[in-house]
Each structure stands twice: as C-alpha cells, then as structure tokens.
C-alpha cells in the first residue's frame, strides 16, 4: 500500500478520542481499569479460568483449562527412542542384518545415509526394565524418570514430515518449517495474556550440556513472536553475566535516574502512538516498563540461596552450576511459582551419528535427575496439577545404523515416522503409552500423532481451541497447527 494512503486510513487515539467524546474516553478508561483488575469482559471466559490474568484476548480461554502454564523440556536434536522409551528386543537377533525394504518402503533419507551401500540393523546395547504401577519400558539410561512413569503419558507415535533438525525444530516450535512464524509460548502469551505483572510471560533457557560431539545450532527465531505483537516473544535467561541482556542500571547510573529517563522515552514513545497508531510503539513502551520491573524481580528469581538442602539435593550436583539444566529445571520451578505462563528450556547435543555409546549416556546424566526433580518439585508444592510438562525432541532415531557398526558401539540417523514424547500433569492422564510401532521401530502401526496435534493438545489444556486461535496474516487466518483442522490427543487426557 501506498504509505501516504496508509497513514490518511489509519485512524489514531487522538483522531478517535476527538470524535468520540468525553464519555467514550471514560468508557475506555474503565475498561482498562477492569481488565487489569480480571473483570473484564465478564461471563467471556468459562469458570475454571485462571484468575489475576491481564492482556490476552477477549473470550479466552475458549473453556476451563486444566493446566495454568507448561513448562517444555525440548531435547534438541532428537534423542533416540530405541535406546530411552521404544524397547524392541526382537532386534537383538537382528543384529547386523539388513532393514527390509518393506519396512523402509522407500521413504526420504538423510543425505548422511542415502549414500551407504546397506542399512544394518543396530539393536540397543542398552537393558530395559518395566516401572511403575504402570510397567511403562524404560532404559537403564533414564533410571531418575524411571521413577516417575506413574506420572507421565508416554505417546511413542509422534512424528513429523521435516527429516532435517532446523526445519524440524522450527516446526515443532512454531507450526512451520519456514522460520518467521510465532512460536508456541508466543500464542499463548498473545491468547491468554500473563499472570505475573514483574515477569515476562514466556521465558526460555538454554543450558549446557555434556556430549562432546557437534551440537546443533539453535536461533532465537524457535522463541519469536513472529507476525504477533514483539511483546509475547520469548525471554532469555542467560547463565552468566545479568540473567537478562542489560538489566543493570549503567555505571553512574541510579533507579532513579533510570525512571526518569524511562518516563521521558515513553512520553516520546506515547506522541508517536498518537500520530500513527502502531501498535508496535505499545509494544515497546510495555517492554521498557517490563524491563523496569524486572530489575527487581529477575535478581529474586535467580538467586536460590533461600531453597532448602533437600530440594537442592534432589536437582542433584549440577544444580550448584549455574547454565546446568539442573540449574535451569529449578529455575523452571521457580517461574511456575511465580505464574509465568510458559517455560521452554532448549537442552542441545541429542544428535548422535555414532559414538552413540558414550555420547547418550552422559546426555542423560544431564537432564534425567533434574527431569525427576522438577515434576516432583512440583508436584510436592500442589503445582503439578495445574502445570503441564512436556518431554521431547524435534524426530527421533534410525534403528538402522549410520557408521560404523559394533555390538558396543553404533550411530543412528534421523527419523521422523515415529519418535517419544511424553507430558506430565494438568490435566493428562497418569501412567499411560499411547500409539504402537511396529517391531523395528520404524513405523506407527497404532494411533499416529502429528506434530499438530501435540500442540493443539497443549493449548486444549490451557483451555485453547487450537482451531479458534488466529491471527490475520498474509490474507489467512494463521494458526499454530496449520490451516487443516487439528484435534488434541483426546486419549491421554484426563
């Protein structure tokens, strides 16, 4: 559009409130003040809607939700199932032995093994046991989440059509595999608003990990707000330095100094709103505000020395470290505590083409404890029930092997047909496997869930109708599950 006949349509506030009057501004006025009281828009959302939340849209939740906020561990760059949840033990006397064509079927191949003259068959050298009242398979690798399978729903059929880790991670995080889109934290904050007014809504951590080999990039696109208001993207918490990119006041400069500078920006800020009504400019004028708060409230979250030896000790050693996931898991607690609607934290180093051997086992030193940890953190504190938990990666593993091919050793390649997820609390049932893969773990034979539908299956547990959250864009009501309707994996909800 031509921007002179674009600025002649926009209507301003001032333009507005000269038009309308004295009492429409007053009506303004009020409705402000109520939505910041959660009175607004009354009879809009359903009883069981989390009370004390502000900004969100009007009429959400679309019904009560059974999860307040989620917390998302994401194990970036695809752990894999034959070794930690998917036990085949009919492989071990397929060792070495070709995949069978019928299994594979012709699908799409990495180019990391398109090339390889056979595909062998790498049976897990790691021993599996039931757990639980549920008897849920779980590997000697994960002996700590072991403990907790009577809380989890394990669904062993996600899968997904990208084969590659940025565009499959993208596309778990953000409904597309073509970067720009908002991500799942990023709906949420824009649909249900926040709950803490000195926290962002959506905050993210990228902690450290242990395997030596390459890890996968990841970019702050997978925490972006996209096409949405920049408000609901991701924080970051960094894990040295201010928890926060330029929290602190500057050298020779005070709180006060700082307020009143701010005060002066936003005045600014607030002429250019009235001139050409971006909503960008508001945007911007809440983050400096958040950013003010969060001088206070960001130092209190981060400092653990009021948590008591007992939970300490339960995130095991490296929660001493900062930047650890253990570390981070708590951090994760914390935040929950303080309602902050959802927490993603970003563990890399899940991408083992071989060396699987000594690679896997120290990934899972990292996160299994700290994993045990958190939910029951949680649980402990009455959270659990109204926090939801997510475990997984972006594609799971070949049962083929990349490489070369030992009875201790072996690589696995990609593989999107069938990979583990699993989530825990609001509102998910306990002790539950979901969906079957055949016996090479290679393909669902029993109850497939797309990407998609992981996702509408957590908004449905905010209390979203994935298919009724949009947002004009490009001409089309875009969504975070895509244009063709998507359904929540109804059989794991409670």
């Not at 007992?310 to 050693?317: A, S, T």
């Not at 959270?383 to 201790?408: K, M």
Request: charged share 20%; proline share 6%; hydrophobic share 35%.
């Amino acid at each position: 559009m031509d921007p002179i006949r674009e600025h002649v349509q926009v209507e301003t506030r001032r333009s507005f409130f000269g038009r309308a009057g004295v009492m429409s501004l007053g009506a303004v006025a009020l409705a402000e003040l109520l939505a910041r009281e959660g009175l607004a828009f009354p009879g809009a959302s359903p009883s069981g809607a989390p009370s004390g939340a502000t900004g969100g849209l009007p009429g959400l939740p679309h019904f009560a939700p059974t999860a307040k906020r989620a917390i998302y561990l994401h194990m970036n760059g695809g752990p894999s199932q034959h070794d930690l949840f998917d036990y085949k033990p009919k492989m071990d006397a397929m060792y070495d032995k070709d995949l069978p064509e019928s299994i594979r079927n012709g699908q799409r191949l990495t180019t990391m093994t398109s090339g390889q003259a056979r595909f062998p068959i790498a049976p897990t050298k790691y021993k599996f046991a039931r757990h639980g009242q549920s008897g849920m398979w779980v590997s000697e690798l994960l002996p700590w989440t072991a403990k907790i399978v009577d809380e989890i729903a394990l669904i062993q059929t996600t899968w997904t059509e990208a084969i590659n880790h940025d565009p499959a991670v993208t596309y778990i995080c953000t409904g597309n595999q073509i970067p720009g889109r908002p991500s799942l934290g990023a709906w949420l904050s824009y649909g249900l608003g926040t709950m803490n007014q000195d926290l962002p809504s959506f905050v993210v951590m990228t902690p450290s990990w242990s395997s030596k080999a390459s890890p996968q990039a990841i970019y702050n696109r997978l925490w972006s707000a996209g096409f949405l208001p920049s408000k609901h993207q991701g924080v970051a918490l960094r894990a040295s330095g201010d928890p926060v990119l330029f929290l602190s006041n500057p050298s020779g400069v005070d709180a006060s100094v700082r307020r009143r500078s701010l005060d002066a920006i936003n005045r600014l800020n607030q002429r250019e709103y009235d001139s050409f009504a971006d909503p960008e400019t508001q945007a911007r004028i809440a983050q400096y505000e958040m950013a003010f708060r969060m001088q206070t409230s960001v130092p209190d979250l981060t400092d653990i020395s009021d948590e008591p030896k007992h939970v300490l000790d339960m995130y095991g050693p490296d929660v001493h470290k900062p930047g650890t996931f253990a570390r981070s898991a708590l951090l994760a607690r914390r935040l929950a505590e303080r309602d902050v609607r959802f927490v993603q934290l970003f563990h890399r180093g899940w991408d083992q083409h071989g060396n699987m051997a000594n690679e896997l086992p120290v990934q899972c030193r990292d996160v299994d404890q700290a994993t045990y940890a958190l939910i029951t953190d949680l649980k402990q504190r009455g959270l659990l029930d109204d926090t939801l938990v997510i475990w997984g990666g972006e594609f799971g593993r070949t049962i083929y092997c990349q490489g070369a091919l030992s009875r201790d050793n072996y690589g696995r390649d990609h593989h999107p047909k069938c990979f583990p997820m699993w989530m825990a609390g609001g509102g998910v049932k306990k002790g539950v496997v979901h969906g079957e893969t055949d016996e090479f773990g290679y393909n669902v034979v029993k109850d497939p869930v797309h990407i998609h539908d992981v996702n509408a299956t957590i908004l449905h547990c905010m209390g979203i109708d994935n298919n009724r959250l949009s947002f004009k864009f490009q001409g089309q009501d875009a969504r975070l599950t895509g244009f063709v309707e998507q359904h929540p994996v109804r059989a794991i909800l409670a």
